[in-house]
């Protein structure tokens, strides 16, 4: 962490900040309601106006933050005031200046900062308008132009306004209304509008006369009409205001879908709204549902239609092969047997889509039972011994500890533990081993699946839990395989509460890591 430096004129500073007369004051609604709509605006939990003394920032107006002030040397506001324009963090655990700040490693949490400075009338930075989220995200230079603008307004508020300054900051929240391509309005809690952006009037079509003279239930669809009174209801009673989506009828009578965020001020009996169509959004949601449906059951029809004359087809050349008609010609034999292998083939590829599609929707059973690990991974050896002497490796099974269980699917594990261990033999040098091993780890129990092969290109690491994903080299190529099945064993592995990861090096091998938590069994009572 780097403490934010003292601004070269840090005396005059503070000498401006305690004329203010506004450090350790009670609440105030003027600046309330700023922070209250800069939370909305731009969609972030925790919004602060920070004023910056000697050893801390205090918080003259916060949404999101129980906590009143926090010391200066931790803080962004601190590098903020030493910002000419808006200081953006858009990902603090990024940053070498905050990456074990406190704020950022603990309570809140913080990941993105844009924080605008506040002036005193001398020009003195004193504080900051500032937006805090405990996610990573991008900053616009739309974004920032509305907090330079709301900035201002708070400027305005802390310094004693003139009869100039007070035409200057309506101008400022005229242009605010104006320039926002969200729809801003104030209205009252009975749904009448008081103050309206010019957005309105775009994605509408009405004048904005007619918006003022309407009330928004008489715009709501009727189907939304009862939702959206409960939601005005909540308001009235003082209830905060969740996020909310309705149909209001446009002028050319299309009936685009708004998406609500507001704020209640019951004293006053307003609320402060922002109002965002989301037409286009629904639409593409709608789309990608009805994308995904079709493809789950063209997925399940193709696979089902499929595996049934494959099944057959497979049966059929094993007898072949098996030499129910008689001995075979060498040449028809090979091609019998290229006729299996490839049939085979496309009965995994086939299960593994199967297996795919019911995971995505949710169809996929799993039996979850404490069950005895080293026994799991004994089976699975035992299964795989005529595969690895197939492909010239030696696979072995480590046993570090015994008698340890895991809540698992039986089957489902083995079926994980199939798609490591056959890509490890797979890969693996003709003569080298495979080992199968059983530990103990910092979080509960580990299964590793240990090979000596070529290693996994750097290129395509990021990519190896994916579906289809297969290393582009040559040899990889030769392996066959259908890209699914260690996106498979990931998946399942989630589902059964594990996780699946892996180390790998060039030309020494890869080592793919199941974590499990162990299994107790509860003590008898006495």
Not at 77 to 102: K, Q, S, Y
Not at 442 to 466: K, L, M, N, Q, W
Request: aromatic share 6%; net charge negative; charged share 30%.
């Amino acid at each position: 962490m780097i403490p934010p430096s003292l601004p070269p004129d840090e005396a005059r500073r503070l000498l401006a900040l305690r004329r203010l007369n506004l450090l350790d004051t009670p609440a105030e609604e003027r600046f309330d309601r700023i922070v209250r709509m800069a939370s909305r605006m731009f969609r972030v939990p925790i919004t602060l106006v920070s004023l910056l003394d000697e050893s801390r920032q205090w918080f003259k107006a916060r949404v999101g933050l129980a906590s009143a002030s926090t010391p200066r040397d931790v803080s962004f506001c601190g590098h903020a005031i030493l910002a000419p324009l808006t200081f953006v963090v858009r990902d603090a655990r990024e940053d070498v200046r905050f990456a074990d700040n406190p704020l950022v490693t603990g309570e809140p949490h913080v990941r993105f900062y844009a924080g605008h400075p506040l002036r005193a009338a001398d020009g003195s930075p004193v504080g900051t308008l500032c937006l805090l989220d405990r996610q990573a995200r991008e900053f616009t230079d739309e974004e920032e132009q509305l907090l330079r603008d709301l900035a201002s307004w708070v400027e305005l508020e802390l310094n004693a306004l003139t009869l100039r300054e007070a035409r200057t900051v309506l101008e400022q929240q005229e242009r605010f209304f104006e320039l926002s391509v969200d729809m801003l309005c104030i209205a009252g809690l009975d749904g009448t509008f008081r103050r309206l952006g010019r957005a309105w009037t775009r994605t509408l079509g009405y004048p904005e006369e007619t918006l003022l003279t309407t009330p928004l239930l008489d715009l709501v669809h009727a189907e939304d009409r009862a939702a959206t009174a409960a939601w005005l209801a909540r308001g009235a009673r003082g209830e905060p205001l969740p996020s909310f989506e309705h149909r209001c009828r446009a002028a050319d009578g299309s009936w685009p879908w708004l998406q609500w965020n507001a704020a209640v001020n019951r004293e006053e009996g307003i609320f402060y709204g922002v109002a965002r169509d989301v037409t286009e959004q629904k639409r593409l949601e709608a789309e990608r549902e009805q994308v995904a449906r079709m493809k789950s059951e063209f997925v399940s029809t193709v696979s089902h239609e499929l595996r049934t004359p494959l099944t057959s087809i497979r049966g059929s050349l094993g007898l072949l092969d098996g030499g129910v008609l008689g001995d075979l010609p060498e040449q028809a034999r090979d091609m019998v047997r290229i006729a299996r292998n490839n049939t085979e083939r496309l009965i995994r590829l086939i299960n593994d889509i199967l297996d795919l599609e019911k995971m995505e929707s949710g169809k996929l059973d799993f039996h979850l039972e404490p069950l005895a690990l080293d026994t799991l991974l004994t089976h699975a050896v035992e299964a795989h011994q005529g595969y690895a002497e197939q492909c010239g490796a030696r696979l072995e099974l480590v046993l570090e500890v015994r008698d340890v269980r895991a809540v698992l699917d039986g089957d489902r594990f083995l079926q994980v533990l199939a798609n490591l261990l056959s890509n490890a033999l797979k890969f693996s040098p003709r003569g080298e081993r495979v080992t199968l091993r059983l530990a103990r780890s910092d979080t509960g129990v580990c299964v590793s699946v240990e090979d000596r092969g070529p290693g996994i290109p750097e290129s395509f690491r990021a990519r190896v839990f994916e579906k289809f994903a297969q290393a582009d080299g040559s040899d990889s190529r030769s392996k066959g395989g259908t890209g699914l099945g260690l996106s498979i064993a990931w998946s399942l592995m989630q589902r059964m509460g594990g996780s699946l990861d892996f180390v790998s090096r060039p030309g020494e091998g890869t080592t793919f890591r199941v974590e499990l938590p162990e299994w107790h069994a509860a003590p008898v009572a006495g």
